[in-house]
Every structure is written in structure tokens, then in C-alpha cells.
């Protein structure tokens, strides 16, 4: 066929440039050229030209709507159920959606094998064993979400059987030595790791202060004004437990009594002020009777509502100790002497408040 012959088939038929280049799956401008005689088509292009404007009678031309292509689809799938979780939806109910959205015909969902789900009423989503970063991310949300279920469950019980009444009673007079005391023998024993790293710098076995803590309790309390802990008698200790001739109970608190005022907890502890080492001990002591309950708080959510119940209970402005904390521990600290730095380091809040 010639140019000529070529553009009067086309207008014959009525058929756009775009139409014809849609059948062929070539581009109108390849076409143009065709009917111009710039170009001439190839022996498969005729052949496939002549078919589609025979004079026998056939079905005018439906052009195809493009598939899209697979990963597309599973993309944005992906994406609707990253949106509706976090959106508040669960894991059953986001995601879904139906094909005609994407532009899927029946035949098309079934192409996808179990990279998408179908549900009764036919409508898909993602599966939810997909690799796609938005599900991983969705997933993740879920899970949070689920934690953070299942933490308030045992954070609000918690709350008042061991954080008011905790806090409550660390404002009595009858109760304050009790609890700070607590607390800061459990601050100790968090720290003792830290201290341990740096056991040349103490002159007497550190162990005293750490496995017997009563004596470095007391020099803290008695620093800021608080009555001393009363110990019961204790059984006696075999001196292969600790370096040095100790034989008994009283010579080892004797000796953390020693090594607390060797690092400096009573200057820290006035320096901090009563009311600090009242909000520490009080901090420690609910921290260590959490996690005897197996009350673990680690997101967010629990972690601001556990601090929140804990502050309101203990009657004290957060900002003040705050600042008083920072203002003796950085602010003022002796660098010059290392020993004061290290016993610095036992003076942390729990990560939770």
C-alpha cells in the first residue's frame, strides 16, 4: 500500500492516529511518517495494517485501557494499608479496598496469586506477609499499638496499688526513711556496674558498698536530714566473701560507710538537697517495686502516664528538682577529683521518670 492508500484507509474508517497507533502498538508519530512516505513500514506492520482495514466486516476497534503494571498495584495497596492503620484502624479491617479502584478487572486479581488478599464481598488488599516497607511499617504500628494495650492493662492497676501509695507514703515521717532508703539502695546497686568499671580508683573493695548498702544508705540520709535505717541483725559473713579481714556484718557496713564518704554521697546529697534525694529514693523504690511486680513500662504513652501519676502523687515541681538535680551534678561538680565523679555517676534518675 502506498502512503496515499494507507491515510484513505484510515479516514475510511474514521479512525484517529491514536486509535490505529493503540492497535499496532506503535506511536502516532511513526504512523504520521508512515502516511506522509517519510518511513515505510515493515512487512509485520503491513500485514498487521491490512488486517485491521480489510473490507470484510469486523468489530470496530476497543482500545484497551493499559494494564497497570503489578508492582504498582501492590504499592499502592501497600500504602492504603499503611494509611488506615495509622489512621486507628486494626489489622483486620485496613487496607481494603475494591479492584475497580486500581483499575483491576476480576481476571487481574487472580494474576496476583497471594501477593494480595480477597475477601468475601470481593474486595483486595496487600497481604499482610508482604515485604513492601509500608506494610513492615503498618505492622509495626499494630504491634506498638497492641504493647501499648496491653501495658495500660497492667500500668493502671499499678498505678494505685504501688505508685500513689508508694509516693504517699514517702511523704510521712513515719514512712520517708522506709521508702528513700529503699530506693536509694536500689539507685546504688543500678550503678554498681559504672563503679565497677573503675575499681582502682577506690582504695577499700567496693563490694562493701554495693552488697551491704545500709551504711552508704544511712551516710546519704543522715546528709539531708532524714533518720537513719535501723538494719536487723544480720548473719554473719565469711570473710571469703569480701577482700580484707571482715568477719561479720558490722565491719562491712563500717567499710561502705567509708567508701560512700570516700566518693562523696554525703556532699552530693546536701549539695542536692533533701528534696531531691526525697524525689530519687521515691523514683527508685516505686521503679524497684515495679519491676518485682513484673510491671515493665516501655512506651511512650505508659512512660508519661506513669510519670504523670508519680509527680501528682509525690507533691513536688518537676522543674525545681530538675533544676537542682542538673545544678548539682553539672553544673557545679568538681571535675578536679575523680573520686567525686565517679560517686556522681551512682546520682541518675530512673529511665522511666
Not at 50 to 53: A, L, S
Not at 261 to 267: C, R, S, V
Not at 289 to 298: K, Q
Given at each position: 500500500?502506498?502512503?496515499?492508500?494507507?491515510?484513505?484507509a484510515?479516514?475510511?474508517?474514521?479512525?484517529?492516529?491514536?486509535?490505529?497507533?493503540?492497535?499496532?502498538?506503535?506511536?502516532?508519530?511513526t504512523?504520521?511518517r508512515?502516511?506522509r512516505?517519510?518511513?515505510?513500514?515493515?512487512?509485520?506492520?503491513?500485514?498487521?495494517w491490512?488486517?485491521?482495514?480489510s473490507?470484510?466486516?469486523?468489530?470496530?476497534?476497543?482500545?484497551?485501557?493499559?494494564?497497570r503494571?503489578?508492582?504498582?498495584?501492590?504499592?499502592?495497596?501497600?500504602?492504603?494499608?499503611?494509611?488506615?492503620?495509622?489512621?486507628?484502624?486494626?489489622g483486620?479491617?485496613?487496607?481494603?479496598?475494591?479492584p475497580?479502584?486500581?483499575?483491576l478487572q476480576?481476571?487481574d486479581?487472580?494474576a496476583?496469586?497471594?501477593?494480595?488478599?480477597a475477601d468475601d464481598?470481593?474486595?483486595v488488599?496487600?497481604?499482610?506477609?508482604?515485604?513492601?516497607?509500608?506494610?513492615?511499617?503498618?505492622?509495626?504500628?499494630?504491634?506498638y499499638?497492641?504493647?501499648?494495650?496491653?501495658e495500660?492493662?497492667?500500668l493502671?492497676?499499678a498505678i494505685?496499688?504501688?505508685?500513689?501509695?508508694?509516693?504517699?507514703?514517702?511523704?510521712?515521717?513515719e514512712?520517708?526513711?522506709?521508702?528513700?532508703?529503699?530506693?536509694?539502695?536500689?539507685?546504688?546497686?543500678?550503678?554498681?556496674?559504672?563503679?565497677?568499671?573503675?575499681?582502682?580508683?577506690?582504695?577499700?573493695?567496693?563490694?562493701t558498698?554495693?552488697?551491704?548498702?545500709?551504711?552508704?544508705?544511712n551516710?546519704?540520709?543522715?546528709?539531708?536530714?532524714?533518720?537513719?535505717?535501723?538494719?536487723?541483725?544480720?548473719?554473719?559473713?565469711?570473710?571469703?566473701?569480701?577482700?580484707?579481714?571482715?568477719?561479720?556484718?558490722?565491719?562491712?557496713?563500717?567499710?561502705?560507710e567509708?567508701?560512700?564518704?570516700?566518693?562523696?554521697?554525703?556532699?552530693?546529697?546536701?549539695?542536692?538537697?533533701?528534696?531531691?534525694?526525697v524525689?530519687?529514693?521515691?523514683?527508685?523504690?516505686?521503679?524497684?517495686?515495679?519491676?518485682?511486680?513484673?510491671?515493665?513500662?516501655?512506651?511512650?504513652?505508659g512512660?508519661?502516664?506513669?510519670s504523670?501519676?508519680?509527680?501528682?502523687?509525690?507533691?513536688?515541681?518537676?522543674?525545681?528538682?530538675?533544676?537542682?538535680?542538673?545544678?548539682?551534678?553539672?553544673?557545679?561538680q568538681?571535675?578536679?577529683d575523680?573520686?567525686?565523679q565517679?560517686?556522681?555517676?551512682?546520682w541518675?534518675w530512673?529511665?522511666?521518670?
Open positions: 500500500m502506498t502512503p496515499a492508500e494507507l491515510r484513505e484510515r479516514r475510511q474508517r474514521g479512525w484517529r492516529l491514536e486509535d490505529v497507533a493503540l492497535a499496532l502498538g506503535t506511536t502516532v508519530a504512523l504520521s508512515w502516511e512516505g517519510l518511513q515505510a513500514p515493515s512487512a509485520a506492520a503491513l500485514d498487521a491490512n488486517r485491521i482495514f473490507p470484510k466486516p469486523d468489530r470496530p476497534l476497543q482500545p484497551r485501557a493499559p494494564r503494571r503489578p508492582r504498582g498495584v501492590l504499592a499502592q495497596l501497600a500504602d492504603l494499608f499503611l494509611t488506615d492503620v495509622r489512621a486507628g484502624r486494626n483486620w479491617d485496613a487496607g481494603w479496598c475494591e475497580a479502584s486500581l483499575g476480576p481476571d486479581v487472580t496476583f496469586g497471594e501477593e494480595i488478599e464481598v470481593g474486595r488488599r496487600i497481604s499482610f506477609n508482604s515485604r513492601f516497607q509500608a506494610v513492615e511499617e503498618g505492622k509495626d504500628v499494630l504491634g499499638r497492641r504493647t501499648v494495650d496491653a495500660r492493662r497492667l493502671m492497676p494505685e496499688r504501688i505508685i500513689r501509695p508508694t509516693a504517699r507514703l514517702a511523704r510521712t515521717s514512712g520517708e526513711p522506709t521508702i528513700v532508703g529503699e530506693g536509694i539502695t536500689f539507685m546504688i546497686r543500678t550503678g554498681a556496674p559504672v563503679v565497677e568499671t573503675a575499681r582502682s580508683l577506690l582504695e577499700s573493695d567496693p563490694r558498698l554495693f552488697e551491704f548498702p545500709g551504711g552508704a544508705v551516710v546519704i540520709l543522715q546528709a539531708v536530714g532524714i533518720a537513719p535505717i535501723v538494719h536487723p541483725a544480720s548473719p554473719p559473713v565469711a570473710a571469703s566473701s569480701c577482700a580484707g579481714p571482715h568477719t561479720g556484718i558490722a565491719p562491712l557496713v563500717d567499710g561502705a567509708s567508701v560512700a564518704k570516700e566518693i562523696g554521697l554525703d556532699l552530693t546529697a546536701q549539695r542536692l538537697g533533701r528534696e531531691v534525694v524525689a530519687l529514693g521515691s523514683a527508685w523504690s516505686i521503679t524497684s517495686r515495679l519491676e518485682s511486680a513484673g510491671v515493665a513500662v516501655v512506651t511512650d504513652q512512660l508519661a502516664q506513669l504523670r501519676a508519680f509527680w501528682e502523687e509525690i507533691g513536688l515541681q518537676r522543674s525545681q528538682i530538675d533544676s537542682a538535680w542538673r545544678r548539682a551534678l553539672v553544673d557545679e568538681d571535675t578536679a575523680e573520686k567525686l565517679l560517686g556522681n555517676l551512682l541518675s530512673p529511665e522511666a521518670l
